[in-house]
């Protein structure tokens, strides 16, 4: 069936009479705000520049549509939406261009994303929800092209859940499930792996979702013909139109010029997906870009003139003033005084905002001159620091990078004096940076009392005679509890619903809790990840699994660019307290078996990262974690499902506290730290080397972000004086980041004897079978000839060389 198309034939001009010239005065007020926004990058006020002119038109159009509830999950061209909707003022606008470091001026990131990103704040002062039923909502936006679009799966599927799930409570987050997810994507991006993925997904699954798609003939410099089949992406996606027999999308689509039919398209998207939780796509064509891709580059290099001249009769902006004029809605004298006075309002605006941006560095400036100058007249090298002074003076329009650099580099020439002005100099600098650091650095994880590091410990309890079982009957036992415990929990992947997971960790819960709440996936990690996120951004607890740690590189953009940086690029303004659940380490072969923990540690802060040695140990990090609200990465133990643990009887309620380590073992004469499935090796090994006389503690990592928040490594060492960290991971992965954990952050340097050792996977994948495992990852002769070796260096004596 042919993608539908819509004229302005198709609806009555009076339905939308009144609203027409508020929709005219917002297109040209982010028009001004575009050409105004290159000239700040252009002249140098801003670093970049990537706006929305050109859009304006089915923007408006759709935030006609858009009702309270509703979510964006959008890029960086939507500024005209968020204008329509109230949400951005120019003012707000060169804010985020100028990248204001304060909330209320900077509200979509208080200059943390470049200008362009948006968002909506979705928690009140204390991390509660808002109402998001009363609000018109917009996930943060991130810059990777087709990035919004594994989220907004998640963002659909929620109200899917809303309406089908009567257990939920959906005060604050849904009305019966009526919150239609929206979608905008440029044409050329809809080439990346991540659309197409998410497309699949949708249609598969029926979720409220409509996907925006503005369609300007090229991707930068790269016409369309280049990125997409018959370059023409509703048209390559054809076949999934729904028919009356099967279901799939509703395919819409309207020229970006002609506002009634842009006006009836997203109206009627808006009510299929409704009412009906059908995807809808739109595909708006004859879009133009008037300034080009970005600041970074001129349009003019790659578009023919005849593109060019094609471009400016069809703008939107151009053709909606033309058909204000056909329609005698306003005359053109009228119109002509209307603009002057938007762009006038537009100039203001960005006048006001500069001086705004500039005020409190103006201020800190004049403090600094005076102390530079009470400094220099005390000083033998007052001509360095004069020069430094003047330096800053002939800075007109200081930023904040200024003003520190020129105060900790006349600092340098004060070194060795001790006189009032170099203390008040010290206490200036000292003051400036404590109130500005924290403008961009704080908020990569929760700062209330709710964070999970503050969940207290809750150790298991158990009968007088427990039962010994599976490690995955603990698993599942616990997730059973948990389902009970929290009606707005459920998790997701591949094989988890039907057969309870490829470990069996979920067994029989789909069929006790729903093929809702206990679901399967199609094989589609990055999708599994946005899932998650869309729905813990609507007040679900979701737990995404991904079926093996390896697989878990699939959905790293995912988690890296979006999950992670959340609350750090909203400023605490949105939670998405996604669990992900998986299993790895060690077992058989490469794709299996890998460890890559230095990627994700480095990758991935924000979140927690959790390596159980144990399920009992796992399963009380989900309840800690279910008691809190941050994202975090389970990872059990791949070779440990089938071994026997004894079965708590406070399922469900024990908590593993986060950021803690555990002795396992205490020893006096060197500290072996490690975590996961290899653990287990060297609590075998430091048995055997009791037989050498070899007294070693043990100490599971358990937290690797956070890791050991109270120091007990550390304390350790004080009793040992030798540390040696094993760990499957390659060399200088997560080792390396244990180590420096331990030396600098805990400073326990200062109290080893012997050099800090580490002992890892070779550099390669683990080969296939129990030998593959053997020789590429620590076995427990390797473990035993480490530790060996180093007591054999401190004491070669009691230690004769081994080999």
């Not at 006001?352 to 005076?370: C, G, S, V």
Request: charged fraction near 25%; charge should be negative.
């Amino acid at each position: 069936m042919k993608p539908h198309s819509k004229t302005s034939n198709d609806i009555s001009f009076d339905d939308f009479q009144s609203q027409i010239l508020k929709d005219y005065e917002v297109a040209v007020t982010s028009r001004e705000c575009s050409l105004l926004g290159r000239r700040e990058v252009l002249s140098g006020k801003a670093k970049f520049g990537i706006f929305g002119d050109g859009k304006e038109l089915p923007q408006l159009a759709m935030a006609r549509a858009f009702q309270d509830g509703d979510f964006r999950s959008g890029y960086y061209r939507d500024q005209t939406f968020m204008m329509a909707l109230g949400y951005l003022n120019p003012k707000e606008f060169f804010h985020g261009l100028y990248a204001t470091t304060d909330m209320e001026k900077e509200p979509m990131s208080a200059g943390r994303q470049m200008g362009g990103h948006f968002v909506t704040h979705s928690l009140n002062a204390d991390g509660t929800w808002k109402d998001l039923t009363k609000q018109k909502n917009s996930s943060a936006d991130i810059s990777c092209t087709a990035g919004q679009m594994p989220r907004l799966l998640g963002l659909a599927q929620a109200s899917k859940l809303y309406r089908n799930l009567e257990e939920i409570d959906q005060t604050n987050f849904s009305n019966n499930g009526n919150e239609v997810a929206w979608g905008t994507i440029g044409n050329a991006s809809t080439s990346e792996g991540h659309f197409f993925e998410t497309v699949n997904a949708a249609g598969v699954m029926q979720v409220p979702m409509v996907i925006c798609i503005w369609d300007d003939d090229y991707g930068i410099s790269v016409p369309a013909e280049f990125h997409t089949t018959k370059g023409d992406i509703s048209e390559a996606l054809s076949g999934l139109q729904r028919d009356k027999d099967t279901p799939g999308y509703e395919i819409l689509k309207v020229k970006g010029w002609d506002y009634t039919a842009l006006i009836h398209a997203f109206e009627n998207a808006s009510d299929i997906a409704r009412e009906d939780h059908v995807p809808v796509m739109i595909h708006v064509t004859e879009l133009t870009q008037p300034q080009g891709h970005s600041t970074s580059g001129s349009h003019e290099r790659y578009k023919s003139s005849e593109r060019l001249e094609w471009e400016r009769e069809n703008d939107c902006n151009k053709r909606f003033r033309e058909w204000i004029l056909e329609n005698g809605i306003k005359t053109e004298e009228e119109l002509k005084i209307l603009e002057r006075e938007i762009k006038l309002k537009v100039r203001a605006a960005k006048k006001e905002a500069w001086a705004e941006f500039l005020q409190p560095h103006i201020q800190a400036k004049k403090q600094l001159i005076q102390l530079l100058e009470s400094a220099a007249s005390q000083s033998p090298n007052r001509s360095f620091i004069n020069k430094v002074k003047n330096d800053l003076i002939a800075i007109e329009e200081p930023i904040k990078k200024d003003l520190a650099s020129k105060a900790r580099k006349a600092l340098r020439y004060l070194i060795g004096e001790t006189n009032p002005e170099r203390a008040a100099l010290q206490q200036w600098i000292t003051n400036f940076l404590n109130e500005v650091q924290p403008k961009y650095s704080s908020h990569l994880y929760n700062e209330l009392d709710s964070k999970a590091t503050e969940v207290k410990a809750l150790e298991p309890s158990y009968d007088n005679n427990p039962e010994e079982v599976d490690g995955r009957i603990i698993l599942r036992d616990n997730f059973d509890a948990l389902f009970a415990k929290y009606p707005q929990a459920l998790v997701f992947g591949e094989d988890t619903g039907n057969i309870g997971d490829v470990n069996q960790g979920l067994e029989g819960l789909q069929k006790k809790y729903g093929p809702l709440r206990v679901a399967d996936t199609g094989i589609r990690e990055t999708t599994i990840i946005g899932q998650g996120i869309g729905l813990s951004l609507r007040g679900l607890r979701p737990i995404a699994e991904i079926q093996y740690l390896d697989y878990i590189l699939y959905g790293i953009q995912t988690l890296s660019d979006d999950l992670a940086s959340l609350m750090y690029r909203t400023v605490g303004k949105q939670k998405a307290p996604l669990i992900v659940r998986t299993r790895g380490h060690r077992l058989e072969g490469i794709w299996h078996s890998g460890s890559p923990m230095g990627g994700l540690i480095h990758l991935l802060r924000g979140m927690y990262i959790l390596v159980p040695r144990n399920m009992t140990q796992a399963a009380g990090f989900y309840n800690t974690l279910l008691k809190s609200d941050e994202p975090a990465i389970v990872i059990e133990s791949l070779n440990g499902y089938r071994l026997k643990e004894k079965k708590p009887s406070n399922l469900g309620e024990f908590c593993t506290p986060i950021g803690k380590v555990e002795t396992l073992k205490e020893g006096k004469d060197i500290t072996l730290l490690s975590y996961g499935s290899t653990l287990r090796i060297v609590q075998k090994v430091a048995s055997e080397l009791l037989e050498v006389g070899i007294d070693a503690e043990v100490i599971d990592a358990q937290s690797l972000l956070p890791f050991d928040l109270d120091h007990d490594v550390v304390k350790s060492l004080q009793k040992t004086n030798r540390l040696l960290i094993i760990d499957e991971d390659v060399p200088g992965g997560c080792s390396a980041y244990l180590l420096q954990e331990i030396l600098e952050n805990q400073e326990g340097y200062k109290h080893l004897d012997s050099a800090p050792q580490t002992l890892t996977a070779k550099e390669h994948r683990p080969a296939y079978a129990s030998d593959g495992d053997y020789f590429s990852k620590p076995n427990a002769e390797d473990i035993f000839e480490k530790v060996y070796s180093i007591m054999h260096e401190t004491d070669p004596v009691s230690y004769p060389q081994l080999r």
